[in-house]
C-alpha cells in the first residue's frame, strides 16, 4: 500500500484504521491476544537474559580453566583409594602364591 507520498503505509496507521471499524467485544480480544503475545516475549526476554548470563559465567570459568597450569589429570580420592585396594589385593595374590 503505497501513501499520498510515495512510500509505504506503516503497519501501526493500517491497524488503527482497522481498529476504528472494530465492536468492544473484538477489541477486546484483540487486546487480550496481545497481551498474551507481550507476556510470552517479556517471557522470552527474560530466558535469553538467564542464558546470557549463564554462557557468561562458562565463559569466565573456561577462560579461568584455561590459565592454569597443565599437570596431571586430576585424579578423585575414590579413585585413588580404589586403585589402592585394587593394587593391594594384586600384590596379596603374588605373595601368597610363593
Known amino acids: 500500500m503505497a501513501s499520498s507520498k510515495g512510500g509505504a503505509t506503516s503497519p501501526a496507521v493500517f491497524r488503527a484504521s482497522e481498529m476504528e471499524k472494530m465492536s468492544v467485544d473484538q477489541l477486546k480480544a ?10 510470552l516475549l517479556q517471557d522470552s526476554l527474560n ?10 559465567i562458562t565463559a569466565t570459568s ?5 590459565l592454569r597450569p597443565q599437570g596431571k589429570p586430576f585424579i578423585s580420592f575414590s579413585l585413588k583409594a580404589s586403585s589402592s585396594l ?6 596379596k595374590s603374588k605373595i601368597e602364591s610363593l
Not at 484483540?30 to 507481550?38: G, S
Not at 585394587?86 to 600384590?91: E, N, Q, S, V
Request: proline share 0%.
Open 47 to 56: 530466558n535469553i537474559k538467564t542464558a546470557t548470563g549463564r554462557l557468561e
Open 86 to 91: 585394587d593394587l593391594c589385593l594384586f600384590y
Open 62 to 66: 573456561l577462560h579461568d580453566l584455561s
Open 30 to 39: 484483540f487486546k487480550e491476544q496481545t497481551d498474551l503475545e507481550v507476556n
